[in-house]
């Protein structure tokens, strides 16, 4: 392994100035097109349009490191994190290794972390993960990847903790850190309180971080307790460090890490320290900077009618007050007072928004012309837990509705279930006398897989059958509920599912064939799709892709597409600003959804992977359907049961 001079590796920016080209090591994320950088923060921080041109910017960033180091005949020493929001990232650079020659032979990697108790083959390793992600598709030699081990025993820990310290010295220290970010503001699994000076090190998981792994783990119960992780002062040694992260669900961390003040309560906001931080988010993860929720507080603002929308209804919140009983002080009180002296008096702003809001209120989604619809259900129960009532109203209204399953949700189904309908067919065999010894031989199959089967590991495709027969057969349960035919249910079944685990494989060309065919074959008028981009596990955001990718075909194709429109999960609901169309329910709507939901045995009283929100799925829609009638109501706004909320979707893709 080569090493070289901590001179040398210093003066590599000079060396890139001296010879009139710019180092990598100093890219402006601000020169990407696609940023803007956000004001207000206390870390250099950067909104994405999306988590692709996230992932390719920072891709380009570590490409040139990578390529200086090469041209100075020095390896380019990187620190690596795990887990979906640095897939990207990886996806990236393995295009530039392939397509473009991005040569890796100089590398030498350094991971963040991994679980203790967990040898290098294990099926939940971050030695599997990488492997699979990234190592096996570039070029680093295998005596340059360093990884902690999760199976060294507890008398050698130490030592090995301070062996991979000198191994990260002797390469001359790390170029460059990819961090991602833990709710509770850990960055590699330095949980909260971590010494600001730690090294490599065991440490003891924060249950915020043990929940946010189970559904890899396939049960809180099943992660590890401890794990090795670099130090904080390991990390912050680092000559550039980018911090990224994905997702409503991180938006209130990014906002405490990036305008909140230095605290061992959230390890990352050391990160204020370093001299050459920078975090970079896509929007989602952005909502609650202060650029984002409230800009007019940080001084000029455009006033267009998203914005005076936003404003007026913050401004509710504040008051405690409904739009129409606004007056001139609550503005000038709130620091809108340029709001009121280009738009106001404050009776003609507020109704402007009021009338907007009202405006929302739909009672047919689609309209009462007879059409054709198409609602994308990512997992076997999004279409009735997420617009189960609208559902309802569209078949009242006499359209012709189609529900799309987009994959199986076999991952989702307990293993005791398996063995329940596999035992039942057997019996079902016997009594009618068909083929007592093939399905005596299955079922000693499914149960032999299962018993020896260790968390998180695989099913064998028999087991994954039977789960996705049972998710098929809720899945047309639930449909039946709110109306709909079963020759208008579609099981597309999307290759990229398959894979028995909780990754999943990128979005193929073959995955958004099938979409346009079922979109080209329908020809619909509208289509519904899931919007829940912060689902945990990732499928609703792959998923939207595949089907923005179809309708761009589709619109490129024929000059047109079908007008789609987004719906969320059962994860986060739109903010009120959001909204574009509300479709009002009535209690025996509500009854009915949840009716509908009742079907998914499977995922009732207890589901597999469930989140962090301890409420079950009807719970969670009947709260949020409620909740979003009860903001309108706040605002002033007529007082309905419940309600579902959706936007439109304006062409861009994720």
Known sequence: MPRRESLARASVADYFLANGAKSSMAISVQASTKARRAPGTNLSTYVFESAEDLARHVARIVAGVISERNALGQNAVLGLPTG??????YRELIRLHREEGLDFSGVITFNLDEYYGLAPDAFQSYHQWMNENFFRHVNIPAENIHIPRGDVSPAEIDNYCRDYESAIERAGGLDIVILGIGRNGHIGFNEPFSSRNSRTRLCTLDPV????????????????TQAITMGLGTIFEARKILLLALGEHKAGIIKELTEGSVTPRVP?????????????VDTAAACKLTSSETPWALGKTEWTDQMIKRACIWLCDKTGKSLLKLADDDFRQHNLHHLLRHHGPAPKVAHRVFSQLMDTINYHPAGKEKKRVICFSPHPDDDVISMGGTLIRLVED????????MTSGNIAVFDHDAVRIADMVTEYNRIFNIDQERSKHVEAAVVDSLKGKTPGQPDIDCVLKIKGLIRWGEAKAGAYKVGCKEEHLHNLDLPFYHTGTIAKKPISDEDTRIIRELIEKVDPQQVYIAGDLSDPHGTHRVCAQAIFRALLEIEAAKGSRPEALLYRGAWQEYELHEIEITVPLSPGDILQKRKAIFMHQSQKDEALFPGSDPREFWQRAEDRNKGTADRFNQVGLPEYYAMEAFTRWNGVPI
């Open 398 to 405: 006499g359209h012709e509705v189609h529900i799309a399953y």
């Open 84 to 89: 979906s929001t640095p897939t990207g990232v």
């Open 209 to 224: 971080t043990r929940r946010a792994a189970a559904s890899d783990f396939f049960g809180e119960w099943n992660v590890p």
């Open 268 to 280: 990352a906001s050391y990160l204020q320290e370093h001299t050459d931080a920078t975090v970079l």
